[in-house]
């Protein structure tokens, strides 16, 4: 009988191509399928045509706001009209802002410890006295924006929540006077219409059609208001 002879085990690369793709071939179909995609989204003839009826839509409508906010009887619902009241404290924070960012200003003239504020008035607390601080940071915050901050989103956030704050207060005072002497005086000296406090508002910042109206208060370019259907401040969106 032939001795058996035993064979070392033989490890070999097999070469045969495989079955399944490889990563590299499907990363790259893939990148070809959305290329073919977006080109054909590019050459739609039906979406040029769907995206140009949309933006002529909107154009239309624009127009349309337009013409109602300027025949409005409500008036502007964030400024409001000019009143010496509101214009007598734009002067005063600006020459106080000014007075502090002047190089006369050393901290030698500052008292060490300074003398505690009184209190300005019977109530500093009541209705009116809250809606006239609101209003001037109303006023400031439209100021700055209107400036600056027309990419400024927390900003603009924060104009909303402190005109619906706003609205809630007057709408507090309007139910609790019924419409009395003093809500009569409250809107006649911050120079607030019923747009202010009446329906809801939905904001569409315009920053090169405004009208002159709306610049009372300050010269550059500012937001325009319309009026909607939206409760919460949060879901306020650009108007189309």
Same mark, same amino acid.
């Given at each position: ?24 071939? #499907? ?45 409005? +009887? ?19 924070? #600006? ?28 109530? %500093? ?6 809606? +006239?601080?609101?209003? %001037? ?58 747009? #202010? ?8 910042? +315009? ?14 370019? %500012? ?6 259907? %939206? ?10």
């Amino acid at each position: 009988m032939p001795p058996q002879l035993l064979s070392k085990p033989y490890f070999r690369v097999l070469n045969a191509p495989s079955l399944g793709p490889s990563l590299a071939s #499907s990363g790259r179909s893939q990148f070809s399928s959305n290329s073919r995609t977006k080109t054909r989204k590019g050459q739609n003839p039906y979406a040029i045509a769907q995206a140009r009826q949309r933006k002529a839509a909107n154009l239309s409508r624009q127009a349309v706001l337009k013409k109602e906010r300027a025949s409005s +009887a409500y008036g502007e619902p964030v400024l409001g009209n000019p009143t010496p009241f509101i214009e007598s404290l734009m002067s005063k924070r #600006s020459g106080d802002s000014a007075t502090l960012t002047s190089t006369s200003a050393s901290p030698q003239e500052t008292p060490q410890y300074p003398a505690r504020p009184a209190r300005a008035g019977p109530d %500093t607390g009541s209705s009116e006295v809250q809606a +006239a601080i609101l209003t %001037t940071k109303i006023q400031v915050l439209a100021q700055q924006i209107a400036k600056y901050g027309h990419k400024d989103k927390h900003n603009k956030r924060n104009l909303r929540v402190l005109v619906h704050r706003r609205q809630r207060l007057l709408n507090y005072l309007r139910r609790k006077e019924r419409g009395g002497p003093r809500w009569q005086n409250l809107m006649s000296n911050l120079g607030l219409t019923d747009s #202010s406090w009446k329906g809801e508002i939905i904001y569409s910042y +315009a920053w090169d059609d405004v009208e002159d109206s709306t610049r009372h208060f300050f010269n550059g370019r %500012t937001t325009q208001i319309t009026k909607g259907s %939206t409760r919460n401040p949060k879901e306020c969106t650009r108007a189309v």
